[in-house]
């Protein structure tokens, strides 16, 4: 009876690993931003983007219409800067100061065009 708890046991440390190794690899593989996956990657990553950049800009006195567009901008802006990037590289682009300043610059930019002071 122990035996076969064992095996159990190890089965399942065994699909565990497997499952967070495929995880890992998927994480690490640059989305090819001509598939069906890759467009809706693009969609999904500008939308999430821009609804963040919105609700932190929610605070500042300004147009909507500018809001929207400086943060439209950002989404486009930022996901060309990293698209050829995996997807584990854009989670940790907050922890990298050269990619903190390259978004900077994006963000300044757009909202310079947006006529945001």
Request: charged fraction near 20%; charge should be negative.
């Amino acid at each position: 009876m122990f035996k076969w708890i064992l095996i159990g046991a190890a089965v399942l440390v065994l699909i565990v690993v497997g499952l967070g190794g495929a995880g890992w690899m998927v994480l690490n593989k640059p989305v090819d931003s001509n598939s069906e996956a890759g467009q809706a990657y693009a969609k999904t990553f500008k939308k999430n983007f821009k609804d963040y950049c919105m609700a932190q800009a929610a605070s500042l006195a300004a147009d909507q219409d500018q809001l929207d567009d400086m943060c439209s901008c950002a989404a486009e802006g930022i996901y060309q800067k990293y698209k050829d990037q995996p997807p584990a590289k854009l989670i940790t682009l907050s922890n990298d100061p050269e990619a903190q300043q390259k978004v900077g610059a994006i963000m300044q930019e757009c909202a310079d065009r947006a006529g945001l002071q």
